[in-house]
């Protein structure tokens, strides 16, 4: 396995150094399709795109094994008025 360092943005906007190790034929695979994208440089925006969008899939799948025994309805009642709540502070905002 190579290591890959990885920048990624914290809090305050200041890159931070990852060192990651992945197997070969990974690092071939992804190397290949970026450059097969014209983004061979991007390495480091492409993990940080993948790694996203896995929290968001493990957050979401968490959610709703969280409320699979809620009824529907109630759910939906929950969900409507956290979107009146944030419709209204963004008008009120403006």
């Known amino acids: 396995m190579s290591p890959a360092n990885l920048r ?3 809090d305050m906007g200041k890159p931070v150094c990852w060192q ?3 197997s070969q034929e990974m690092d071939r695979a992804v190397r290949s399709y970026l450059d097969s994208q014209g983004l061979a440089s991007s390495l480091s925006d492409f993990i940080e795109q993948a ?8 957050t979401v ?4 094994a969280r ?4 009824d529907p309805g109630e759910l939906q009642a929950i969900i409507d008025e956290a ?3 944030v ?8």
């Open 8 to 10: 990624t943005i914290n």
């Open 20 to 22: 990651v190790q992945v």
């Open 51 to 58: 790694v996203e969008a896995h929290l968001l899939d493990r």
């Open 61 to 64: 799948r968490d959610i709703q």
């Open 67 to 70: 409320n699979v025994d809620t």
């Open 83 to 85: 979107v009146r709540e």
């Open 87 to 94: 419709r209204l502070e963004r008008k009120q905002s403006r």
